[in-house]
C-alpha cells in the first residue's frame, strides 16, 4: 500500500477511535516474494443443539498494522506481547475478529446456552465480540473485560458495560468492581489470550468460580504449529499433513522463551485438557483450518477473509513484536535476533498448502 494512502488510513484510524497519531507509518519490512506449492484445509466437529441466528457484521475499519504507541499503560503480573492502546493494533484486532468470525460462519457461541441473564467477555479487545454477544441475548447483561479500555468507535449495545482491569484481580475475593462475582455468570467466553495468560490452569480455576452451576467457559484459541496440506489434489487439509514449523528457528526460539515466561503456545490443543482438570464437563473442540492466503477460498469461502489476512499481518505482528517479547529472557543479540526477524517474515508468508489450525473448547461447570 502507498505511503499517502495508509497516511489517510492512519487519519480514518484516527476519527474513529478518537486518537491523535503524531507519527507516520513506516513500513521497514523487506519486500520479498515467496511462492510455494500444496494447498490445505480441514473439516471441523460441530456442536451445539440449536441453529443461532447471524448476527450482522460489527462496523469496523481495516487497517495493514503498525505500531504508533498511544498509552502505555500496563497492569502489573499481565504478560501481553502486541501493542496496547494503538489505533493502528485496534483496528487489526477488528479486523481479525470479523475474520475469524466469519470463519466459523457468523457462529461465535457454541455453547447450548437458554436464556443465559449474565455474559462475561474476558480479554474483550475493541469490544467486537462484546458488542456481537449483545445484540445475540438482548435479554442478558454482557460485561467486556480488558486490561485496557475499549476504544469508543460505536455506541454500545445497552446491555453492554465494559470494564478495565486484570481479570485474574477482578475474579479474586477483593477484586474491586461489584460487577464481577462468583457463582454470578451463565457464560464466559475469551478469545486469543495466547500471548497474555501466564498461568491456564490457575486462569480457569478462576473463571470456574465466577460460572454458575451449570454455566459455561468457552475458549477460541490458536496453537502456534504450522502445516502444509500433504496432497495436490485437495486443498482441505488431512491428518497425514505434515508440521513444517518444528524446523523454524525462530519457533524455537520462541517456545523456549515461552517457557521461561509460562506462556503455553500450544493452548489451542491444551485448552481441552486444562479443561478436564479444571472439573469442567462435557468438553467439546471445534476445530478450523487457517490457510496463509486465500487460495482455500474456493472449497471453503469462509476463509477468504482471514485467510487474506495472514500475510500483510502475521508475519510483521510475529518479526516486530511476538517473537522478541516472548524472548526477551533468551539473552539473543541484535544480530541473532534481525536473522530471527528475517526467518519469521519468510516463513509466515503467503504460501499455498500452509495453514495453522483455530479452535473452539466448550466446558460446562458442574
Not at 490452569?201 to 454455566?215: D, E, V
Not at 519457533?251 to 503455553?264: S, V
Not at 495453514?355 to 473452539?360: A, G, P
Amino acid at each position: 500500500m502507498r505511503a499517502d494512502d495508509l497516511r489517510r488510513r492512519g487519519q480514518k484510524v484516527n476519527d474513529l477511535y478518537g486518537f491523535g497519531l503524531d507519527s507516520t507509518y513506516k513500513d521497514d519490512t523487506p519486500k520479498t516474494q515467496w511462492s510455494d506449492d500444496p494447498q490445505d484445509s480441514r473439516s471441523r466437529k460441530t456442536f451445539g443443539p440449536s441453529r443461532i441466528p447471524q448476527i450482522p457484521p460489527i462496523p469496523y475499519i481495516s487497517s495493514n498494522e503498525h505500531n504508533v504507541s498511544i498509552h502505555g499503560a500496563q497492569e502489573e503480573h499481565t504478560e501481553y506481547n502486541l501493542p496496547r492502546n494503538d489505533a493502528a493494533e485496534f483496528a487489526r484486532l477488528d479486523d481479525q475478529a470479523n475474520g475469524f468470525t466469519e470463519l466459523m460462519n457468523n457462529k461465535i457461541v457454541y455453547a447450548p446456552l437458554e436464556n443465559p441473564k449474565r455474559l462475561l467477555d474476558v480479554g474483550c479487545g475493541t469490544g467486537n465480540s462484546s458488542c456481537r454477544l449483545a445484540q445475540q441475548y438482548p435479554s442478558a447483561t454482557v460485561y467486556g473485560v480488558d486490561i485496557s479500555p475499549v476504544p469508543s468507535f460505536s455506541k454500545a449495545p445497552s446491555n453492554l458495560e465494559y470494564v478495565t482491569g486484570d481479570i485474574k484481580r477482578l475474579a479474586s475475593n477483593d477484586g474491586g468492581d461489584e460487577r464481577i462475582n462468583r457463582g454470578d455468570f451463565d457464560y464466559i467466553y475469551q478469545s486469543l489470550l495466547i500471548c497474555g495468560m501466564t498461568d491456564w490452569p490457575g486462569y480457569l480455576r478462576q473463571m470456574i468460580l465466577l460460572l454458575k452451576p451449570g454455566g459455561y467457559l468457552e475458549m477460541h484459541e490458536v496453537a502456534e504449529t504450522w502445516y502444509k496440506t500433504s496432497s495436490s489434489s485437495s486443498s482441505l487439509p488431512n491428518r497425514e499433513d505434515p508440521i513444517i514449523s518444528h524446523d523454524w528457528k525462530w519457533m524455537q526460539a520462541m517456545r523456549r522463551g515461552a517457557e521461561q515466561l509460562g506462556l503455553d503456545t500450544d493452548i489451542g490443543i491444551n485448552a481441552e485438557q486444562y479443561m478436564k482438570d479444571a472439573g469442567l464437563a462435557d468438553v467439546q473442540v471445534a476445530k478450523y483450518p487457517v490457510p496463509f492466503g486465500t487460495w482455500m477460498a474456493e472449497e471453503k469461502p469462509e476463509t477468504k477473509k482471514i485467510g487474506g489476512l495472514q500475510d500483510p499481518n502475521m508475519g510483521v505482528a510475529f518479526s516486530n513484536n511476538i517473537l522478541p517479547g516472548v524472548t526477551r529472557t533468551l539473552g539473543i543479540g541484535e544480530e541473532e535476533m534481525g536473522r530471527l526477524k528475517e526467518e519469521c517474515r519468510r516463513c509466515l508468508a503467503e504460501e499455498k498448502g500452509k495453514y495453522w489450525w483455530f479452535y473452539s473448547i466448550v466446558g460446562r461447570k458442574l
